[in-house]
């Protein structure tokens, strides 16, 4: 298994010490691995000292995993991106080219897996370690799932989505480049706005986009995040009203989050957009049309790079119960039918979006 940079190969007494002593793990399970040593301790006696005590002793590699197990973070949900392929392909071409990349990904342990059963998609399912150095030893690594989707549509060509992360997104880069080595480079279409810098089309994109899901009605936006860059002083402008002037016009904060219902309607972010500010993230309500009782769907749509509006991402985060007659606190995730039919109806209303404020 070839891994970089450093690896925990012992995990020294303080190390046990300081994990036992968090908050995730609980006291039963120091009594557990105590107990599995024949120890056993009275329900009285603190975890402070049971985490002395155990830290003593020599710990092997399951009592590692019983602890890290405890400490490690549930992964959150993560976002989904997608892009056209503008160039024919076959599906031949993406199969062949899956095989080549779960060779590569079997000698770095990861587990790949794809299912072909539809004639019009080909699922991938990759589970990996995501591990991160900064974190405390037993809590390095922190297993992962992801999805990739090649999806061909009526006219033939397919498209592509994936959990939208750097490891995912450098997996599909891979497959990407397989399959042009096989035939024509892919040409790609994504949705990205860096061909319009003008805050007032960015901003409209997001409230094209929030009401634009086909067979669903906008409830409310709770969330709305807005961004301006910060443009310095020019060098060699040593003028000081020059500097008064630049301190007076330049904003010194970047980003600006708003939260609450139909924040999109407040006055706040209506002085936002006067001075250059635009929306780079939303997170809103949508309820289907075709009944008054169903469900309320929240959904977040944002560019994960502000200052140029590229890298777009979606999900669907949750959905909130409707009951009688009205919106509860009660919330459920969401069925895996409800988030593909979703993920289809915001790639949609994207790309009309888009058409939208270019004008084609």
């Known amino acids: 298994m070839k891994r970089f940079g450093p690896a925990l190969y012992f995990a020294s007494d303080k190390v046990i010490f300081d994990s036992i002593n968090q908050r995730a793990v609980n006291v039963d399970l120091v009594r557990e691995l105590l107990e599995e040593r024949g120890i056993f301790v009275s329900a009285k006696t603190p975890k402070d000292e049971l985490a002395k005590y155990f830290s003593r002793l020599t710990a092997d590699y399951f009592d590692h995993q019983s602890i890290a197990g405890k400490l490690g973070r549930v992964a959150k949900k993560e ?3 997608a892009f056209d392929i503008d160039n024919p392909i076959e599906r031949q071409q993406i199969v062949d080219a899956v095989k080549e990349i779960k060779k590569e990904l079997d000698e770095r342990g990861e587990v790949l ?10 699922v991938i399912e990759l589970a990996y370690d995501h591990i991160d150095y900064t974190k405390a030893e037993l809590r ?24 939208h992360n750097n490891h995912i997104d450098a997996v599909v880069e891979r497959i990407c480049k397989f399959i042009g080595d096989s035939g024509a480079p892919i040409s790609r279409t994504t949705v990205n706005l860096q061909s319009h810098p003008e805050a007032a089309k960015r901003t409209r994109f997001f409230e094209e986009l929030i009401k634009g899901l086909a067979g669903h009605d906008l409830v409310t936006v709770t969330e709305a995040f807005c961004y301006k860059p910060i443009k310095g002083k020019a060098p060699g402008d040593d003028d000081e009203d020059d500097d008064e002037k630049e301190l007076e016009d330049s904003p010194l904060v970047e980003r600006v989050g708003l939260r609450g219902r139909a924040v999109t309607k407040s006055l706040v972010i209506d002085g936002l957009f006067k001075t250059g500010y635009y929306i780079v993230k939303v997170i809103w309500h949508v309820k289907p049309k075709s009944s008054s009782d169903s469900d309320v769907f ?50 949609q209303a994207a790309k009309s979006a888009y058409k939208a404020i270019a004008g084609s």
């Open 79 to 81: 976002r989904f991106t």
């Open 113 to 122: 897996n794809f299912d072909t059963s539809n004639p019009d998609r080909v």
């Open 140 to 163: 390095q690594v922190q297993p992962r799932d992801a999805i990739i989707e090649f999806i061909k549509d009526s006219s033939g060509k397919y498209s592509v989505r994936n959990t």
């Open 298 to 347: 929240e959904l977040e749509a944002q560019f994960s790079e502000p200052k140029d509006c590229t890298q777009f991402s979606y999900q669907t985060k949750r959905v909130l119960i409707f009951e009688e007659g009205k919106i509860t606190d009660k919330t459920r995730h969401p069925k895996a039918a409800e988030e593909a039919e979703l993920a289809q109806l915001i790639e």
